[in-house]
Nanobody, 126 residues
Framework: QVQLVESGGGLVQAGGSLRLSCAVS????????MGWFRQAPGKEREFVAA????????YYADSVKGRFTISRDSAKNTVYLQMDSLKPEDTAVYYC???????????????????WGQGTQVTVSS
């Protein structure tokens, strides 16, 4: 059915950049929003960024505003997270997620995300 596959993680020095990708497939996929979340060791999963598929709305956690950019390529069914000026605090497993398709423009609450990828590790060294 629905499958989300992240890629692009890796090891980078502080101040460097990475671009994560999330490829979506599945005939039952009907999300209106795609989001990026992350989870660091010993911490709860936290919201990072979100975008609706029509591209009119983006949302970011305060901790990444001005440094991360979320985008999508509808023709490729792919969502991206461009991460610049990376900090050691950004070290985490990053997950992409799709919502239930009940929000058009406003940010869906976390419980609305029902499709999840397996995650990709991002490590930022100081």
């Amino acid at each position: 059915q629905v499958q989300l596959v992240e890629s692009g993680g890796g090891l980078v020095q502080a101040g460097g950049s990475l671009r994560l990708s999330c490829a979506v497939s599945g005939r039952t996929f009907r999300s209106t929003f795609m989001g990026w979340f992350r989870q660091a060791p010993g911490k709860e999963r936290e919201f990072v960024a979100a975008i609706n598929w029509i591209g009119t709305n983006t949302y970011y956690a305060d901790s990444v505003k001005g440094r991360f950019t979320i985008s999508r390529d509808s023709a490729k069914n792919t969502v991206y997270l461009q991460m610049d000026s990376l900090k050691p605090e950004d070290t985490a497993v990053y997950y992409c997620a799709g919502d239930q398709g009940r929000y058009r423009y406003g940010l869906p609450p976390p419980h609305e995300y029902v499709y999840w990828g397996q995650g990709t590790q991002v490590t930022v060294s100081s």
